[in-house]
T-cell receptor
Framework: DVKVTQSSRYLVKRTGEKVFLECVQDMDHENMFWYRQDPGLGLRLIYFSYDVKMKEKGDIPEGYSVSREKKERFSLILESASTNQTSMYLC?????????????FGQGTRLTVV | GQSLEQPSEVTAVEGAIVQINCTYQTSGFYGLSWYQQHDGGAPTFLSYNALDGLEETGRFSSFLSRSDSYGYLLLQELQMKDSASYFCAVRDPQGGKLIFGQGTELSVKP
């Protein structure tokens, strides 16, 4: 079974802190994603990585950066956390080949910025 | 860009049939996927349609009409455990980005 693991389930950080959210997948998937989920807004794509060291902005990249130094790990960085970044963050991975490859999600990190 | 529209919520009773619609606007099209997410859980893949028509998997079916840019998820013999959010998704044709709709919250009542 594919496993996508996010480092923390719940996180509380202070405004202005630098925050790292880590995601690891164990199925050698090329594509990895970071989404943010807020009530009524669905899953919004923050960043996408299609291979090691390769990244593309999603729909809401402002205030975030990412790092993909190894294929299995994709990190989301909040350079200076703000209260409007309080949200559920979901990481996902999928194979790049083929159109019908499903995305596998981690359990999510609920981040609260105070 | 890509955009998908779904109803925000649907309510149905146990044993009934419910249909969740999704309309999409994309610059290209590689198929429509559906995901289920229970409260507090991770989204999980349900189905994928690349061609027009109905795909059936047990109690769940998914339909696609490419000419209408429209699809739906059909849930039959509803059970309480089907209460969840359901998302449609498309893949960006210029890359591998996976774009989701806003989700439909399904409530199944006794």
């Amino acid at each position: 079974d594919v496993k996508v693991t996010q480092s923390s389930r719940y996180l509380v950080k202070r405004t202005g802190e630098k925050v790292f959210l880590e995601c690891v997948q164990d199925m050698d998937h090329e594509n990895m994603f970071w989404y943010r989920q807020d009530p009524g807004l669905g899953l919004r794509l923050i960043y996408f990585s299609y291979d090691v060291k390769m990244k593309e902005k999603g729909d809401i990249p402002e205030g975030y950066s990412v790092s993909r130094e190894k294929k299995e790990r994709f990190s989301l960085i909040l350079e200076s956390a703000s209260t409007n970044q309080t949200s559920m963050y979901l990481c996902a991975s999928r194979l790049s080949l083929g159109q019908n490859t499903e995305a596998f999600f981690g359990q999510g990190t609920r981040l609260t910025v105070v | 860009g890509q955009s998908l529209e779904q109803p925000s919520e649907v309510t149905a009773v146990e044993g009934a049939i419910v249909q969740i619609n999704c309309t999409y606007q994309t610059s290209g099209f590689y198929g429509l996927s559906w995901y289920q997410q229970h409260d507090g859980g991770a989204p999980t893949f349900l189905s994928y349609n690349a061609l027009d028509g109905l795909e059936e998997t047990g109690r769940f079916s998914s339909f696609l009409s490419r000419s209408d840019s429209y699809g739906y998820l059909l849930l039959q013999e509803l059970q309480m455990k089907d209460s969840a959010s359901y998302f449609c998704a498309v893949r960006d044709p210029q890359g591998g980005k996976l774009i989701f709709g806003q989700g439909t919250e399904l409530s199944v009542k006794p």
